[in-house]
């Protein structure tokens, strides 16, 4: 049984541009959250994605970005970066119809700014 | 504002001992509980969960207790095992005003033989 993936494992960027990180969810799964871990800290919620639309986002600017495809795999892009977004990012995927949302997490990409 | 706190960084404890770690939350709509397991250059595996309508869940050498009235839950680990070395992350999460979970900041678990 497949678990969560993520790609790719580690990244590398400059000021001001782009990034795109992958998430494909665990088998059986049509919810995605993302999650980002400053060093020291706990995870902290950034959006969540079911049925290709974001359903609940976190305390982060527009510059945080996502999509969620029909197969429930998931994109995390963020703008124009700043050293600030230096981070470990973390997908969870989980099912919407469990009663109680036990989110899984993938082994996360982490992301350097320069 | 912090949310889930987990007022101990670090936490050593001998193999065969018991490991209490604790987590205090302040948002009283909080009704789903997690404890996650964290080794280096992974993510955060589940470990146990509870719900609000419970004061206690076991699985195996975990067991999760709940204390509404005070806000606060532990996790203890019997008999502890130098395997158990991670950080526990708490988290926490309202089911009716959304799905993110409210992680705490950890505390660094050391099983020493």
């Known amino acids: 049984d497949a678990g969560v993936t993520q790609s790719p494992t580690h990244l590398i960027k400059t000021r001001g541009q782009q990034v795109t990180l992958r998430c494909s969810p665990k088998s059986g799964h049509d919810t995605v959250s993302w999650y980002q871990q400053a060093l020291g800290q706990g995870p902290q919620f950034i959006f969540q994605?079911?049925?290709?639309?974001?359903?609940q986002r976190g305390n982060f600017p527009d510059r945080f970005s996502g999509h969620q495809f029909p197969n429930y795999s998931s994109e995390l892009n963020v703008n124009a970066l700043l050293l600030g977004d230096s981070a470990l990012y973390l997908c969870?995927?989980?099912?919407?119809?469990?009663?109680?949302?036990?989110?899984?997490f993938g082994p996360g990409t982490r992301l350097l700014v320069l | 504002d912090q949310q889930v706190k987990q007022n101990s960084p670090s936490l050593s404890v001998q193999e065969g001992r018991i490991s209490i770690l604790n987590c205090d939350y302040t948002n009283s709509m909080f009704d789903y509980f997690l404890w996650y397991k964290k080794y280096p250059a992974e993510g955060p595996t589940f470990l146990i969960s509870i719900s609000s309508i419970k004061d206690k869940n076991e699985d195996g050498r975990f067991t999760v207790f709940l204390n509404k009235s005070a806000k606060h839950l532990s996790l203890h680990i019997v008999p502890s095992q130098p395997g158990d070395s991670a950080v526990y992350f708490c988290a926490a999460s309202d089911s009716n005003s959304g799905y993110a979970l409210n992680f705490g900041k950890g505390t660094s678990l050391l099983v020493t033989p």
């Open positions: 994605y079911y049925e290709e639309e974001e359903r």
């Open positions: 969870a995927s989980s099912l919407i119809l469990s009663r109680a949302e036990t989110q899984y």
